[in-house]
């Protein structure tokens, strides 16, 4: 039988992907002084079963409902703090202060290897404010391994109405911003051990698709949920397959219109979510519910 050595990074690139072996990219001293990870014990947690498949009414600051090591997955979309009738009239400052407070508590709760993936968009224009580099630069500050980002192409779904500042000339062009970004991080070590022997649930499909870097899918409108930044159920229906096992457990802080627990129910996994707006908490209820229904029905 002949053996065939793996493929090795060359100065200018290896195209080939089959037992590649990186170890020389990483040693360089690009990557000198950075986080890589670390060896840790798996530890997981079981949380409560009255605190799984719930909606807390209250600040995700303190999710006391949640011990160490018990989630496997956390996606969301904080609020952007832009005047929003559910937002806070907060400085950046004090904005990015919240956000950490959040993202730390999250850090405890992931087991290791547990993911992250933040929906945000960047804001105004004089000047423009590139929220997902301050997000990344918090995450890295609190101990996160940045796995990469992902571009959502809104391009099919954009509001034709955005302005263009002066239009046809050159005197204050306004770039229309027909994207998002999803940041994915993971907590201490960069794969999930599966000591239970979970069951995947992506397909070749899925997977092939899912990994690219660029997603295209519609918005959700606002009106139709009834709540003012929903995202659509794609999003987190897409990071659950393609980070989390059958039965895994799903968190989202800043729940909102419940749009992650519906992702969750529907890939068969558990959700934990939370938001300080009774009202957005009653939504997230009445339209769980609305799928509970809907998926009784079609299997009665």
Same mark, same amino acid.
């Given at each position: 039988?002949? %053996?065939?050595? /793996?493929?090795? &990074?060359?100065? +200018?690139?290896?195209?080939?992907? %089959?037992? =590649?072996?990186?170890?020389? +990219?990483?040693?360089?001293?690009?990557?000198? /002084?950075?986080?890589?990870?670390?060896?840790?014990?798996?530890?997981?947690?079981?949380?409560?079963?009255?605190?799984?498949?719930?909606? +807390?009414?209250?600040?995700? #600051?303190?999710? &006391? #409902?949640? $011990?160490?090591?018990?989630? =496997?997955?956390?996606?969301?979309? $904080? $609020?952007?703090?832009?005047g929003k009738e559910y937002d806070k009239n907060l400085s950046l400052k004090e904005y990015r202060e919240l956000l950490k407070r959040v993202f730390k508590e999250t850090h405890r709760v992931l087991v290791p290897g547990g993911r992250v993936c933040i929906n945000v968009a960047n804001l105004g224009r004089k000047p423009y404010l590139p929220l997902h580099s301050y997000i990344v630069e918090d995450m890295n500050a609190l101990g996160f391994l940045m796995r990469g980002e992902i571009l959502w192409d809104k391009g099919n779904s954009a509001s034709p109405s955005t302005a263009w500042g002066s239009y046809l000339k050159a005197n204050n062009p306004v770039l229309r911003d027909v994207h998002e970004y999803i940041l994915v991080f993971c907590k201490d070590t960069f794969s999930r051990s599966n000591l239970q022997k979970k069951k995947s649930t992506i397909s070749k499909e899925e997977f092939l698709e899912f990994t690219k870097s660029i997603w295209r899918f519609s918005a959700e409108r606002a009106r139709k949920i009834g709540h003012p930044a929903p995202f659509p159920v794609d999003l987190p229906y897409r990071v659950i397959q393609l980070y989390t096992f059958e039965g895994d457990v799903v968190l989202d802080p800043f729940v909102g219109a419940g749009t992650t627990c519906i992702a969750a129910l529907k890939t068969n996994r558990k959700y934990v979510g939370y938001d300080i707006d009774r009202k957005y908490c009653d939504l997230s209820g009445q339209r769980i519910k609305k799928f509970l229904q809907e998926q009784n029905t079609l299997f009665n």
């Open positions: 039988m002949k %053996i065939t050595n /793996g493929s090795k &990074t060359s100065s +200018f690139g290896a195209p080939a992907k %089959i037992n =590649h072996d990186s170890a020389v +990219f990483y040693a360089g001293r690009l990557y000198e /002084g950075l986080n890589n990870g670390k060896d840790v014990d798996y530890i997981e947690n079981q949380i409560l079963p009255q605190n799984i498949n719930k909606i +807390f009414c209250k600040s995700s #600051e303190a999710m &006391t #409902e949640l $011990p160490d090591n018990s989630v =496997h997955l956390m996606v969301t979309s $904080p $609020p952007y703090n832009v």
